[in-house]
């Protein structure tokens, strides 16, 4: 399979919460990453966790990180149509190089 | 701060034809330096990186190669574009000691 895993799409109204998840294969990852890419735009670092972390919390943004199961997830707490965007979850493996996921694509309904 | 351009924004260009894409990075010496390519409703792949001033690794065989010729320029380049070409093509760097990328605006490359 895929190094790293994400649903492709999610659809969520304006004021929940949204949670995007990831699964990866590596185990060696030092850190993960969430980047944020709007319509026709370069790729925005949103917030990344070290691996020894279980949790961080960054305003509206809280990563949960799951090394046993190799699962990361992104939760947004009151979506707002301008966090409509596509997010991708991201690994290094030491070799200099990130390993991205296809991408889900967040759809925030008002 | 650093800040990194691309350009073109945009580029529309025929089959066979050549292709230079430019990445400059103000801000920071010694980045380290990447090519990523994004096919239409696809994630990143990464195409090359460079640790250096002509130190070019190659992440995948394709047509297109890479240059460094100083240390904040990254040059993609292609002497006979294919179709398969088309997609958007993003720039990154990072600072040496670590791994966080930081990306540019991205090109914008259709081949017809």
């Known amino acids: 399979g895929e190094d790293v895993e994400q649903s492709l799409f999610l659809s969520v109204r304006e004021g929940d919460s949204s949670v995007i998840n990831c699964t990866y294969t590596d185990s060696s990852s030092t850190y993960l990453y969430w980047y944020k890419q709007e319509p026709g735009a370069g790729l925005q670092l949103l917030t990344y966790?070290?691996?020894?972390?279980d949790m961080k919390q960054d305003q509206r943004l809280t990563v949960l990180l799951n090394k046993k199961d190799k699962h990361l997830s992104l939760r947004i707490a009151d979506t707002q149509t301008g966090d409509s965007a596509i997010y991708f979850c991201a690994y290094d493996t030491g070799r200099r190089a990130l390993t991205f996921g296809s991408g889900t694509r967040l759809q925030v309904q008002p | 701060s650093q800040t990194i351009h691309q350009w073109p924004a945009t580029l529309v260009q025929p089959v066979g034809s050549p292709l230079s894409l430019e990445c400059t990075v103000e801000?920071?010496?010694?980045?380290?330096l990447y090519w990523y390519r994004q096919a239409a409703g696809r994630g990143l792949q990464l195409l090359f990186y460079?640790?250096?001033?002509?130190?070019i690794s190659s992440e995948v065989p394709q047509n297109l190669s890479a240059s460094r010729p100083q240390d904040r320029q990254f040059i993609l380049s292609s002497k006979k574009l294919l179709l398969s070409d088309s997609g958007f093509y993003l720039c990154?760097?990072?600072?040496?000691?670590?791994?966080?990328?930081?990306f540019g605006p991205g090109t914008r490359l259709l081949v017809l």
């Open positions: 801000g920071t010496s010694n980045p380290n």
């Open positions: 990154a760097w990072s600072p040496r000691v670590e791994e966080t990328q930081y």
């Open positions: 460079s640790v250096g001033i002509g130190q």
């Open positions: 966790i070290f691996s020894n972390m």
